[in-house]
């Protein structure tokens, strides 16, 4: 009897809309993919990760708004998020919410294209302030994309990267068990997704510019 068993594999991408280098918003998104590959391997699941800055593509994403055609470069990362698993998307926050490169980026793609993504949000500041951006900006904004966002959001400020240890009676929970929670509700939505076997167009326009087409001007 063949005792070995074929592992499961699924795509995991992460986006990263920080603009300096080395950037706190990359080294988030990169702890909260790290713990969700771990989650998935103990679900017997092989997680494939493709990480992308979003600032990679600012250029692109201004002229796809000006012209309506994505560069190669920025159909490649929108492709390989619509084919994903299973997605972890982190901001630093401006002005109380995401940043224009990120908000620009996920304009650039149809509203119903990440229907039924399983998403993890995070977003870095330098003050515990701005934590609420996580409910009052990123969860609406994944909800009107019809994902399907982890009740865990995670917010780092300047602070929490000098903090290791797990909270006390009611004090907030550390950066990493908040990672941890995360990635614990991340994965097995990651490791039900069949969505890499259901792809779509990504740029795919909801109104028609035929004559009999309804649609409006700005």
Known sequence: ???????QTRTLVVVSAGLSKPSSTRM??????????AKLAKLGVEATVSTFELRDTAIDVTNNMLTGFPSPKLEEVVDAI???????????????????LFKSF????DNKALEGLPVAVGATAGTPRHSLVLDHAMRPLFNYL???VVPTGVFAASEDWGSSGDSHSGAVPSLHSRIERAATELAPLVAASNRSREVRDPFV?????????HYTID
């Open 28 to 37: 988030l998104a990169d702890r909260m993919a790290e713990q969700t590959v």
């Open 205 to 213: 326009l909801d109104a028609s510019f035929s004559p009999t087409g």
């Open 146 to 148: 019809h994902a399907v």
């Open 82 to 100: 619509i084919a994903a698993d299973g997605l972890i998307a982190v901001t630093p926050v401006f002005t109380s919410s995401y940043n224009g």
């Open 1 to 7: 009897m063949d005792t070995e068993t074929t592992k």
């Open 106 to 109: 996920f304009d650039v793609i």
